[in-house]
Structures are given as C-alpha cells and as structure tokens.
C-alpha cells in the first residue's frame, strides 16, 4: 500500500516546493476564482482588506493562588488588490501581523513574540475552459518577518533564531487549478522552485532552515551558505465553506517531496481556521497548524539530539476587525 500511494503521489505531482517553506503560497489561487470584478464590469480593479486587532490582559493582587500580570497585544492586515480582463486574471495579496506579550511587572517584564509575519503573493490565472473550473496559474510568493525571533531556555541568556531576512523565501510555482466548487479547489504544480535565504553570518554558518553550514576541509574555512534552492513535487486541497451564519470554516493540506534531496520523504503542513463573527467590529477566532517538515531540525531538549519532529500550533483570538474596500 506504502508503494502504490507513493507511486500515485509521484504521477500526480511534478516540481513545487516545501509544505512548510510555501505554506500559503498557493492560496493566491482561491482569489483567481472568486473576489475578482465581474467581465462585464467598466471597474476591472477590486481592492479591499482587512485589519484586526486583539487584545489580552491579567492582572493580580494578592492573589491566594498565585499568578503574573500580562499584557498582550495581537495586530494583523490582510490587503488584495485583483484585476480581470476576459480570460486574464491577476491577483494579489499582502499579509502582515505582528503580536507579543508582556508578563511580569514593571521593569521586570519579560518580552515574548507571539507572532510575526511579512507576506506577498502575486498569481496570473489564464482561464483554460469556459466552465470556468480550469486555470493556468503561475504564482510568486516572498515571506520573511519583522524581528528576532529567540530561543528561552531556563537561565537568563536568549538565543537568536531568526531574524528579518533570516529566514526569507521567495518561491515560484507554475501549475494547474482545478475548482469545481467555489468553495473547494486542487493545486497541482509541475514546474515549482523555492530560494531560501538566511542573511545572518551566524544562523547561516550553524546551518540554519536547511542551507548549507560552515565546514573546514584541506581548502581552509568555508561559511555556511546564505541562500538555497529547492524543486519538488507539490499538491494542495483548500476548502472554505460557511457552516452557518456567520461561522467560516478554511482550510488547507499540502504535501511535498524534495526531488534533489530524499525524494518520496513526504513533508506534511496541514492548517485549519475557524472564524465566528460576533458583529460589524466584534470576531473570534481559533487557528491550528500542524507541521512535518523533514528538513526542520528541531531540539526539544539539551540532552538531545536534534531531529525533525511534528510541530502543532494552536492560537485562539477575540478582537476588533475592520473590513475597507
């Protein structure tokens, strides 16, 4: 069963890149089919977006069981730009958000990130069939993050582990989007490339997101290199339905395999999204995102040793959110 699924994957998939490294990449696709002006339309151009803003706070005196003030702060934009033209369609995306917390008192609060995100995404759709389900797409997506991102062990030193441009990856994508519903769409890209990029000495020499570490050989000295280059097969599924008024589920899995390096090692990025609306300012919101990528290598503990694990993500939010057009 193992080989006839590998088999399977192999035929339908041909060149994209890691599940993890373009998570979101392919979603530019969604607004090839939907959020586009009308043909007929003397306004060829929609823009709108979203904007939101989430809000946390605790605070304790003389609390019996014990406790520690915090405060946190959640902020998130979301902007499109899409334009249509016959069978032409060309839509774009930014999505940026930045969130932390504060928990202690005074000066002796403690600073953590708790997200951070940078990212564009343009696609070009050429309609193939007059159903209007068959798309060319070609997409291009470039992601990095505002800040540094560290590591906490239990003393007081903190590790750098990223940083603005370290990681940043730029990945482009030619393939086939098959949508028989507009709620539901398959990506299938044969033809796909990602560059990775670590522009920090440091992170690149202690080879950092998968690019290659220093090394001294009988030549000397090497650094680590500061970019790499990835092609491999890719598939995505995406759903976005209404479970009911004002209750929005999305989500989406990807599956990757690296042709250059441990081809049929299939990388895992499944996340899902659901979204109640309250009201025009009020929203709620609780994310998953579950992650097997085998070129993350991941140390849970001192002891151990490093080694590419399953990562799960869960965030639950409750804030304002403004819609502009």
Do not use: C
Not at 32 to 46: C, G, H, I, K, N
Not at 157 to 171: D, G, Q
Not at 211 to 226: F, I, L, M, N
Not at 268 to 291: D, R, Y
């Amino acid at each position: 069963m193992k080989h006839i699924f590998f088999i399977l994957f192999s035929l339908i998939l041909a060149g994209s890149l890691t599940a993890q490294e373009i998570h979101k990449t392919a979603k530019a696709k969604t607004d090839l089919m939907s959020e586009v002006p009308a043909d007929t339309s003397a306004r060829r151009w929609l823009v709108k977006g979203t904007g939101s803003l989430q809000f946390t706070q605790a605070g304790f005196s003389n609390w019996a069981s014990g406790g520690t003030n915090s405060l946190g702060l959640v902020a998130w934009v979301n902007f499109k730009a899409n334009y249509k033209s016959g069978k032409h369609i060309w839509a774009n995306k930014v999505d940026m958000g930045y969130g932390f917390n504060l928990l202690g008192n005074g000066n002796d609060a403690k600073f953590n990130k708790t997200d951070d995100k940078i990212e564009i995404t343009t696609a070009y759709g050429y309609e193939l069939h007059k159903n209007q389900k068959w798309f060319m797409t070609v997409l291009a997506n470039f992601r990095t993050q505002f800040t540094a991102g560290y590591e906490y062990p239990t003393d007081s030193t903190e590790k750098v582990i990223s940083k603005f441009m370290a990681p940043a990856y730029l990945v482009v994508g030619l393939g086939i989007t098959y949508a028989p519903a507009k709620w539901f769409s398959l990506y299938v890209s044969p033809v796909s490339g990602r560059f990775t990029f670590v522009n920090d000495t440091t992170l690149a020499n202690a080879g950092s997101f998968g690019v290659e570490a220093a090394y001294t050989d009988a030549s000397g000295y090497h650094s680590g290199k500061t970019m790499r280059g990835e092609f491999g097969p890719y598939l995505r599924a995406d759903l976005n339905k209404d479970l009911a008024k004002n209750i929005n589920l999305t989500t989406s899995v990807e599956l990757f395999t690296d042709y250059l390096k441990d081809f049929g090692n299939i990388d895992v990025n499944w996340s899902l999204l659901l979204s109640m609306k309250v009201n025009k300012w009020l929203a709620a919101s609780i994310q998953t995102q579950l992650i097997y990528d085998d070129a993350v290598m991941i140390q849970p503990d001192p002891t151990e040793r490093a080694r590419p694990m399953t990562q799960f993500k869960e965030m639950l939010g409750l804030g304002l959110t403004y819609n502009f057009n």
